[in-house]
T-cell receptor, first 117, second 113 residues
Framework: AQKITQTQPGMFVQEKEAVTLDCTYD???????LFWYKQPSSGEMIFLIY??????QNATEGRYSLNFQKARKSANLVISASQLGDSAMYFCAMSPYYGGSQGNLIFGKGTKLSVKP | DAGVIQSPRHEVTEMGQEVTLRCKPI?????LFWYRQTMMRGLELLIYFNNNVPIDDSGMPEDRFSAKMPNASFSTLKIQPSEPRDSAVYFC???????????FGPGTRLTVT
């Protein structure tokens, strides 16, 4: 069965510094997709970044990058130059499909990031 | 373009009452998902549809829960009778085949007293 583990319930980071949020996953399937979502206090789920299991390069989207280490089954999110607006819950998720999310997304428990001014 | 639309945004009801949550997916998306978020269990899938057909309903808690998708632009999640343990945020999400991420609606916060 697929599983996502986020071991950091909460983290603090100083404004303008970089922060890494950890995510490990477990699957026996060679095809899968990894996602990160942000959930601010207002409650909506905001997609941040995607990495497919066959993608050779780490995904990047603006200040977000995904440190994908396939052999270690880790997909850590790196946020550079943290901003106060980055304070939120962050969820790592896995789809059983490469290139899309048409199946069930398995979510981790989340990491609460607090950015200090 | 409008995103996923959910209604109502908040619902407070008494135990035993019927509750209906509504969702309009993004136009052109052929997959629709219903998730539930609680502090104890996190985000979990309840059911999902492909081309209006239920594909996996293994996450539906029990017979009190039912979901329908009568057409490509509308889905409902019904709880009858509701119980206090059903209190949660219910999200609807949609995506298209091979399109990438799931797009989430704003959620419905349900409180059952």
């Amino acid at each position: 069965a697929q599983k996502i583990t986020q071991t950091q319930p909460g983290m603090f980071v100083q404004e303008k510094e970089a922060v890494t949020l950890d995510c490990t996953y477990d699957t026996s399937d060679p095809s899968y997709g990894l996602f990160w979502y942000k959930q601010p206090s207002s409650g909506e789920m905001i997609f941040l970044i995607y990495q497919g299991s066959y993608d050779q390069q780490n995904a990047t989207e603006g200040r977000y990058s995904l440190n994908f280490q396939k052999a270690r089954k880790s997909a850590n999110l790196v946020i550079s130059a943290s901003q106060l607006g980055d304070s939120a819950m962050y969820f790592c998720a896995m789809s059983p499909y490469y290139g899309g999310s048409q199946g069930n997304l398995i979510f981790g428990k989340g990491t609460k990031l607090s950015v200090k001014p | 373009d409008a995103g996923v639309i959910q209604s109502p945004r908040h619902e407070v009801t008494e135990m035993g009452q019927e509750v209906t949550l509504r969702c309009k997916p993004i136009s052109g998306h052929d997959y629709l998902f219903w998730y539930r978020q609680t502090m104890m269990r996190g985000l979990e899938l309840l059911i999902y549809f492909n081309n209006n057909v239920p594909i996996d309903d293994s996450g539906m808690p029990e017979d009190r829960f039912s979901a329908k998708m009568p057409n490509a632009s509308f889905s409902t999640l019904k709880i009858q009778p509701s119980e206090p343990r059903d209190s949660a945020v219910y999200f609807c999400a949609s995506t298209a085949t091979g399109a990438g991420e799931q797009y989430f609606g704003p959620g419905t916060r349900l409180t059952v007293t």
